[in-house]
Nanobody, 126 residues
Framework: QVQLVESGGGLVQAGGSLRLSCAASGRTFSNSPMAWFRQAPGKEREIVAALHWSGGSTYYPNSVKGRFTISRDNAKNTLYLQMNSLEPEDTAVFFC???????????????????WGQGTQVTVSS
């Protein structure tokens, strides 16, 4: 059974940092594009970071660019999201996502990804 399990969320003050982890099991994702999304109450799920299967290319929307960093450790089959300078507007449930197959690029569309974690809550207080 393939699983993605996020961890590392919590409550942090504005300006603080958190590091999210997404541990994969059941198969390897070393050749798969992966991403982090978030969803705030009443809002649609939106991408916050995407990573090329090789790890050599990343995507960030303007809202998090310069503050968030996506990375992966293939030996641990784990995806990370380092979040710095957090703002109250970052409060959301954060999800990791993976494509089931090799692909030459990545997408900012949630429907494009095949596997999802259950999410981890990030709350940033002002």
């Amino acid at each position: 059974q393939v699983q993605l399990v996020e961890s590392g969320g919590g409550l942090v003050q504005a300006g603080g940092s958190l590091r999210l982890s997404c541990a994969a099991s059941g198969r390897t994702f070393s050749n798969s594009p992966m991403a982090w999304f978030r969803q705030a109450p009443g809002k649609e799920r939106e991408i916050v970071a995407a990573l090329h299967w090789s790890g050599g290319s990343t995507y960030y929307p303007n809202s998090v660019k310069g503050r968030f960093t996506i990375s992966r450790d293939n030996a641990k089959n784990t995806l990370y999201l380092q979040m710095n300078s957090l703002e109250p507007e970052d409060t959301a449930v954060f999800f990791c996502a993976a494509k089931s197959t090799w692909f030459s690029s990545y997408s900012d569309n949630a429907r494009w990804y095949d596997y999802w974690g259950q999410g981890t809550q990030v709350t940033v207080s002002s």
